[in-house]
């Protein structure tokens, strides 16, 4: 933890200080001979070991969250690897078949999905789809015999999250929902502070998501499931979840829809709500397709106020705390958020355990968004339904 209260050493100064210093040495003794033999190695130093056995992907969907994030996230991942992909774009398929080493045989489109059954080099699927199509082709998944990692929103109805649990069950297989914060160590941190009482009682936490979202855009669908609560609101419910530990008890929720605006024919710009919780806190969120970008939150506690700027970017995170009149601010090593999330679940298919995100995690935040739009819909409080 850095203190921000302790004065520091002027960084320009330190710098050059510190060129100096190593451009001396390096003159002093540049007939030296070397400090240890070539064949030494530091006795700290890690040599990656060859993992026994790794978990092959079929990524499902080849959209700018797959090609940005996930694809590249394999270089970084331990027992994660992706060995085939489905897409209804076979040039574009092919052309990221061959960057990343895959098979051109094990090249998919949405018709021959299911042929994933015969492809033994493929445990585990990704689904990245439009959210209209991730109860489907996670059932479609089950039946074919994988694991499946599936992107959040779990899918657009209580309903169908219920569905996919039971065809998880039905088939023996892991269900996990993508949710790649619970794997970050900056939000893991905040959840361990806040739930080993470091704030106090918790009163309130406060969370925003918001964008500028510019179309065409298949977020700004209805029919595909679009709309600013399950794309990025739910980062904020989630965050509610999971930092208090709690359940909500029920929702108030609002939207503004602007008429002047065509990209929002179909969905909400924005939707502010409240979540009360059993043991009266609240949590407040808003989130938006037509503001400046904010991914924050805040947790107010009796005792301290814990703050996170980046909260739910891909990187970036800060962590600072309020306490005791003091302002400090954690410092933690970042890590890829989503091999982190792809090797977490790929370890839980190895050691046969659940994984810390499973399909009813998915299922509660869905109850919520239902809440929230019923709530929408009547102007009252809208109970959650658990």
């Not at 040599?47 to 994030?69: D, H, M, N, R, Y």
């Not at 309903?159 to 939000?187: G, V």
């Not at 954690?330 to 958020?337: E, F, G, R, S």
């Amino acid at each position: 933890m850095t203190d921000f209260h302790l004065n520091e050493l002027d960084r320009r100064t330190f710098l050059a200080t510190s060129a100096t210093l190593i451009a001396s040495t390096n003159m002093l003794h540049a007939d030296a001979p070397p400090l240890a033999p070539p064949d030494k190695q530091p006795a700290h130093l890690q040599v990656p070991e060859v993992p026994s056995k790794t978990i092959g992907f079929a990524i499902v969907g080849l959209g700018q969250l797959a090609l940005e994030q996930v694809l590249p996230a394999f270089a970084k991942c331990k027992v994660a690897r992706p060995v085939a992909l489905v897409s209804g774009h076979p040039d574009k398929a092919k052309k990221v078949a061959a960057a990343y080493g895959i098979d051109p045989r094990n090249l998919y489109n949405y018709q021959t999905y299911d042929k994933l059954a015969d492809n033994r080099e493929v445990d585990a699927i990704y689904i990245i789809l439009p959210n209209s199509m991730h109860a489907e082709y996670t059932i479609r998944g089950f039946k074919a015999g994988k694991h499946v990692l599936c992107e959040k929103p779990m899918a657009i109805s209580v309903a169908e999250c219920t569905e996919m649990i039971a065809a998880s069950k039905a088939a023996n297989r892991k269900l996990m929902i993508a949710y790649r914060l619970r794997y970050e160590p900056f939000n893991m941190l905040a959840i361990d502070l806040c739930h080993q009482g470091e704030l106090g009682k918790i009163k309130s936490i406060t969370a925003s998501h918001c964008q500028d979202v510019q179309a065409p855009n298949i977020r700004l669908s209805k029919a595909l499931g679009g709309g600013p609560v399950g794309d990025v609101g739910i980062y904020c419910i989630n965050a509610f979840r999971y930092l208090s530990g709690e359940e909500p008890v029920d929702v108030t929720a609002t939207e503004y829809q602007p008429q002047d605006d065509t990209r929002f024919r179909e969905v909400p710009e924005s939707v502010a709500f409240t979540l009360r919780f059993p043991s009266g806190l609240l949590g407040c969120g808003d989130c938006s397709f037509g503001t400046a970008e904010s991914r924050c939150f805040r947790v107010q506690g009796g005792n301290g106020i814990l703050d996170m700027e980046s909260a739910f970017g891909y990187r970036g995170q800060r962590l600072l705390l309020h306490k005791n009149g003091r302002l400090s601010e954690y410092q933690l090593a970042p890590v890829d958020h989503f091999a982190a999330e792809m090797d977490a679940f790929s370890e839980s298919i190895l050691t046969n355990q659940i994984p810390k995100t499973p399909g009813e995690e998915g299922l509660a935040d869905i109850r919520i968004i239902e809440a929230i739009e019923e709530s929408i819909r009547t102007g009252r409080i809208s109970a959650v339904r658990h």
